[in-house]
């Protein structure tokens, strides 16, 4: 997966309203609310894949190069000693693919605190090229958060979630944060996560399961976290990791696709990203463990339904990879080969080769692996990993379908209408490893069909809504199954607005399983959001599922869209007077200076009703002299 290059605004924003505007009261009388003091809220980051700084713990001398490597050197990311000494830097940053140990000659170790996500490699010219979590912090700052109400919980990416607690007690950390940030401030935390941030909350929320007492275990959530907001997650994972681990993706960075191949195969943190089916899954390691079978050590199954093998492709668009194998060796491995293979195999004979496939759950299971053995040198150690480090980890298979995290407030929010990669063609390229594999094709997902990368049209399971440019909608829009079976539905633009074309549906039945798909027409050239809220829900819970248009997976939590309305939802949240579950959406007005702007078509401010021309010194042009009219505290009170 490519580095999560996001710089967020909107989690601090929501903290930045709790600080500044509420100063305290009781909220909705409701079970999902907190009912206490709102400024005692915390917020608990975790980044993403490969937003974490990694720093060097080893003395490494690099020959031919005048940069050496030293403790607390900046590992990842720092391009200067990349391109001037690859060779260190690479054994600085590559793992044992089958013990996850460091090279004998030098080790990383993930940076801590607020400064481990703000940018990968500091620097006037790579900084803002590198900038994660920069900007949000500049929003916090600007807004007068206390430095003690928004904590950092950066991890190494490279780790698989057995690895990180049994190097790093990461979960164990964890849990340490959220009871110190209750002490501290004295109230629950907000969880914000992006990509594969989410995997390792879901990981932490089964490790805790384990850790405490049963009838502990929902008081201790519901004491310690107030809501879970899920941005850009992968919930049946991302093809874009399998593409990395036959041929590399290089994150942007000046290094070969068969290096970029190298290291993370290395990574054991590759495969939790693995797309799987959303009809298998492992054993339930809690019952597991309460029943006596913890004791029966590699006894793990994958079990699939029966819905598996009657529908195509797992469920999915289309099948993930489709492989050129050059003979007939490895067929007995592929349970699923049709009698078309079979009968080719005068074909593969004479050296003709021949293209097998392969559903998502072909691929989770180790199927594909198995099938290149005798093609790919890094099939054995994929196999090792995918079995020892996931369908045999002590507290759950992670790759298994997510059922709604057991939190009180849960909002799930991803990107949609991109075209998205959903499959790929491989064929052996002639080069030696690791350069041996190439793609001849991709397979993209568009709105109504999927096209090659050529434009010619591709049979498969074409869905009305597309991903957001790196995860498949089939794998973010998995949430909707977390909605309650009566929803509803609006669908409002982008931009600041009226209401004029705002369109609401209420009390859509919504069956469990299967998708919900707003039936609205959308104006050309606006980019619209879709809210997907509990109309009946879990009692005591709350679900709510926003798509934006052509929000790009790395970049949207840029959005000021996200920003706005992360905001006004946690304001109405704090109001004792609010009538709902969730804030109107009838009218979006500016609520910032910087949301106003000149009209040069009028010669005046836009939104006259809430802005002003209002001249500061400093001001460079038209635009930053308008200004609210009104504090945005008087600005949102109509939101209530």
């Not at 460091?102 to 990968?120: M, N, Q, V, Y």
């Not at 976290?225 to 093809?239: D, E, K, M, R, T």
């Not at 939190?407 to 030696?432: D, M, Q, R, W």
Request: hydrophobic share 35%; net charge negative.
């Amino acid at each position: 997966m490519r580095a999560d290059l996001i710089s967020v605004t909107a989690f601090c924003t929501v903290l930045a309203v709790i600080l500044l505007l509420c100063g305290g009261g009781a909220a909705v009388e409701d079970e999902t609310e907190f009912h206490g003091d709102y400024s005692k809220l915390s917020g608990i980051i975790i980044p993403g894949f490969a937003s974490t700084q990694l720093r060097a713990w080893s003395i490494l001398d690099c020959p031919y190069s005048p940069l050496d490597f030293n403790p607390l050197d900046l590992v990842w990311l720092d391009s200067t000693k990349l391109l001037s000494a690859v060779n260190c830097w690479f054994k600085c940053m590559v793992l044992d693919p089958y013990n996850e140990t460091d090279h004998p000659e030098c080790k990383s170790r993930p940076d801590s605190g607020l400064s481990a996500i703000t940018e990968l490699d500091p620097g006037y010219i790579t900084g803002p090229l590198s900038t994660v979590w920069k900007e949000w912090l500049k929003w916090c700052v600007e807004f007068g958060i206390e430095a003690n109400a928004i904590v950092a919980v950066p991890y190494d990416w490279r780790l698989s979630p057995t690895k990180l607690e049994e190097r790093d007690l990461y979960f164990h950390k964890l849990k340490l944060t959220f009871e110190t940030a209750l002490k501290l401030r004295g109230g629950p935390s907000i969880v914000f996560a992006h990509s594969m941030g989410n995997n390792v909350f879901r990981y932490f929320l089964e490790w805790l399961r384990l850790e405490i007492a049963p009838k502990h275990y929902l008081e201790w959530l519901d004491q310690h976290i107030h809501a879970y907001f899920a941005v850009g997650a992968p919930l049946l994972g991302s093809v874009e990791a399998i593409k990395s681990t036959l041929s590399g993706v290089t994150f942007g960075l000046p290094v070969s696709e068969g290096t970029a191949r190298l290291l993370s195969n290395s990574f054991a943190s590759s495969l939790w990203l693995m797309p799987f089916s959303k009809n298998c899954k492992g054993d339930n390691t809690f019952w597991t463990h309460f029943s006596g079978g913890a004791a029966k050590k590699n006894k793990h199954v994958y079990h699939c339904t029966d819905e598996e093998y009657q529908s195509k492709y797992s469920g999915w668009p289309t099948n993930i990879i489709n492989i050129e194998i050059p003979s007939p060796n490895g067929l007995d491995a592929y349970p699923s080969v049709t009698e078309a293979v079979k009968a080719n195999m005068t074909n593969m004979e004479c050296g003709l080769p021949t293209l097998l496939s392969f559903t998502a759950r072909e691929l989770a299971d180790g199927t594909l692996f198995r099938a290149i053995k005798d093609y790919d040198p890094d099939s054995a150690r994929m196999l090792h990993q995918l079995k020892k480090l996931y369908h045999d980890d002590p507290v759950m298979n992670p790759l298994s379908p997510w059922e709604r995290p057991p939190i009180k407030n849960v909002f799930c929010i991803y990107g949609a209408h991109l075209k998205t990669e959903v499959g790929y063609y491989f064929a052996p390229s002639g080069k030696p490893y690791p350069d041996n594999w190439i793609i001849t094709d991709v397979i993209y997902e568009t709105e109504g069909s999927l096209v090659s990368r050529s434009g010619t049209v591709v049979d498969g399971n074409a869905g009305p809504i597309t991903g957001d440019e790196t995860v498949p909608y089939h794998s973010l829009s998995w949430c909707k199954n977390w909605l309650g079976p009566k929803v509803n539905i609006t669908m409002a633009p982008q931009p600041e607005h009226d209401g004029s074309d705002v369109q609401i549906e209420l009390n859509v039945e919504h069956e469990h399983g299967s998708d919900i798909i707003a039936n609205m027409t959308k104006a050309p050239r606006v980019k619209y959001i879709t809210f997907y809220e509990d109309s009946e829900s879990i009692p005591g819970k709350r679900t709510a599922v926003w798509e934006l248009d052509k929000a790009n997976h790395r970049n949207i939590v840029r959005s000021p869209v996200l920003m706005r309305e992360l905001w006004l939802q946690m304001w109405h949240d704090i109001q004792p007077g609010a009538k709902s579950k969730f804030v109107t959406k009838a009218k979006r007005g500016p609520l910032r200076d910087a949301d106003c702007y000149w009209d040069y078509g009028k010669a005046c401010c836009a939104w006259q009703e809430y802005c002003e021309y209002r001249y500061s010194f400093g001001d460079v042009h038209l635009g930053q002299s308008c200004r609210l009219r009104n504090t945005s505290a008087n600005m949102l009170l109509q939101y209530i």
